[in-house]
């Protein structure tokens, strides 16, 4: 009985120490990696905060092999880390925030010409995880968490976002300004940077047009940058800050991470709670 109890001690050892396994144990598949899909900038700031991000993903799922890859400007390039990745299973997580050329050709394009088995994630917006990101933002610049009916009846958001031709890209945009004005309970108007109408400016004339004389601008940017910048520069009341590192940001990249692996059947370890901020009826009606 002695050497059976020793035995059995010394197997558990076996089995604790990292790399080792016992042989009636099973080893977890290895999930994708995840690719976060950034676009590049010629500011610091931006690829500053898309490390951040990063780390903070890392943070959450210590075991997951977490990627980064750039459409331009920046290295890594995308298809510098998907060649790198070789045959490997991966999720490309767009850190966009609506559907476009980018999402609907560039990245798909790039992910089909490497070797990878690759799956692309729905892009960051539309999602209630961004529209707590742009309150909190807007709260931080001085918008009032206890808003009066006269104050209300002043106020208003401009959503202002880098714009796209794609017609899609100005439908989630909406959707997402739509989101804002229920969660605020006063108009959000989505306006761009460029290559679509109206322009931040247009918004202002036209909220100031209705008795809107408190005009704060929702920057729907996901770091610092040039648009940003000329877009509060404009604001006529108070600019929020980016969208950045706030938490909810890696919360709604995990979640757009899981959506995809999921729909490719890679049975992920998954956390039980949903994503800050969304309850769990919610999540099966975010997907797009």
């Known amino acids: 009985m002695a050497t059976s109890g020793r035995h059995h001690r010394s197997m558990n050892r076996i089995s604790s120490q990292p790399g080792l396994v016992s042989l009636d144990d099973r080893r977890r598949p290895q999930p994708p990696a995840l690719v976060l ?6 500011d610091p700031r931006t690829l500053k905060t898309v490390h951040e991000l ?4 890392r943070e959450q799922r210590p075991d997951l092999p977490v990627h980064l890859g750039h459409i331009e400007l920046n290295e890594p390039l995308l298809p510098d880390t998907l060649a790198k990745l070789g ?4 999720v490309l997580v767009p850190l966009l925030l609506s559907r476009g050329y980018h999402v609907k050709r ?5 992910a089909a010409a490497s070797p990878a088995r690759t799956r692309v994630a729905a892009p960051l917006g539309p999602h209630p ?3 707590d990101t742009l309150h909190a933002r807007l709260v931080e610049a001085g918008w009032p968490t206890d808003m009066d ?3 209300r009846r002043e106020s ?4 202002a976002a880098a714009g796209s031709r794609d017609p899609d890209s100005a439908v989630d945009t909406r959707r997402t300004a739509h989101l804002l004005s229920d969660r605020l309970g006063v108009p959000v108007v989505p306006a761009y940077a460029s290559a679509a109408t109206p322009t931040v400016d247009t918004a202002i004339r036209a909220l100031t047009a209705r008795g809107r004389h408190r005009i704060a601008v929702a920057s729907y940017f996901t770091a610092p940058g040039l648009f940003a910048r000329q877009c509060a520069q404009k604001a006529p009341w108070i600019a929020a800050a980016p969208l950045g590192t706030h938490p909810a940001m890696a919360d709604l990249i995990l979640h757009r991470y899981d959506q995809a692996a999921d729909r490719r059947g890679a049975g992920l370890c998954r956390s039980a709670a949903p994503p800050r901020g969304a309850t769990s009826h919610e999540l099966p009606a975010l997907a797009v």
């Open 106 to 110: 560039d990245i798909p394009e790039m």
């Open 87 to 90: 045959d490997a299973e991966a």
């Open 37 to 42: 899909v950034a676009h590049g900038s010629r």
């Open 149 to 151: 009916e006269e104050t």
């Open 129 to 131: 995880l961004l529209v």
């Open 54 to 57: 990063l780390d903070q993903v």
């Open 156 to 159: 208003a958001v401009v959503l």
